[in-house]
């Protein structure tokens, strides 16, 4: 166990909805840490997030946002839904935005109809 | 951006026997090598890492090495059991300050056979 818990673990949605994904980081991290797990694409970094403030931005969609919250916690919104979204979202936490160690969570599987 | 490749796709060893998966990475700025093993059904497991002024890391079982020349890193898994049966990926992260994203590999498929 890493430290990292994410929910739902599980999301089944249809396409043209949003979703919310919610990540809490390991006690003490700051930085927060979201990647798309698909068969195709393999592990994709979206974005981070250190202490509330966005730090760096990846292969993410404009219909995608993300915020980290006062309590350090996350969340990843998926908006206008598509089939193609349908993948595993994964949550890593380090302990700032200089240390490389990346804890992953257990994941989100969301899937699309 | 950071490329990372992995090789072999799939590797299937008997069970004692060593087991060696080679990554190689484009970014020779990248200073940070982790490794991570994946479950079926769980999240990526960080097993051992390595920065770029170290040539060799070992912890028990698994071994890292780098070749920062030839821009390649290698996890070695010795007297393999079948609880090492997993998704091995590689990683790389350049040193940018406050952005340590991760450029991940394909993934190995490793599986031990008893």
């Known amino acids: 166990d890493s430290g990292v818990t994410q929910t739902p673990k599980h999301l089944i949605t249809a396409t043209g909805q949003r979703v919310t994904l919610r990540c809490s980081p390991r006690?003490?991290?700051?930085?927060v840490y979201w990647y798309q797990q698909s068969l195709d694409q393999g592990l994709q970094f979206l974005i981070q997030?250190?202490?509330?403030?966005?730090?760096a931005k990846g292969n993410i969609l404009e219909r995608f946002s993300a915020q980290q919250f006062p309590d350090l916690h996350s969340e990843l919104n998926l908006s206008s839904l598509e089939l193609g979204d349908s993948a595993l979202y994964f949550c890593?936490?380090?302990?700032?935005?200089?240390?490389?160690?990346?804890?992953f969570g257990p994941g989100t599987r969301l899937t699309v109809l | 951006g950071e490329n990372v490749e992995q090789h072999p796709s799939t590797l299937s060893v008997q069970e004692g026997d060593s087991a060696v998966i080679k990554c190689t990475y484009s970014?020779?700025?990248?200073?940070?090598f982790p490794w991570y093993k994946q479950e079926l059904g769980k999240g990526p497991q960080l097993i051992i890492d390595?920065?770029?002024?170290?040539g060799e890391k070992k912890d028990q079982r698994i071994a890292v090495t780098l070749n920062k020349t030839a821009k390649h890193f290698s996890l070695h898994i010795t007297e393999t059991q079948p609880e090492d049966s997993a998704v091995y990926f590689c990683?790389?992260?350049?040193?940018?300050?406050?952005?340590?994203?991760?450029?991940f590999g394909k993934g190995n498929q490793v599986v031990v056979i008893p």
């Open positions: 890593a936490s380090s302990v700032d935005d200089r240390a490389n160690e990346q804890f």
């Open positions: 006690s003490g991290d700051l930085s």
């Open positions: 390595i920065r770029s002024n170290v």
């Open positions: 970014d020779s700025a990248s200073n940070y």
């Open positions: 990683a790389a992260s350049p040193p940018l300050y406050g952005n340590n994203r991760l450029a």
């Open positions: 997030y250190y202490n509330g403030e966005e730090r």
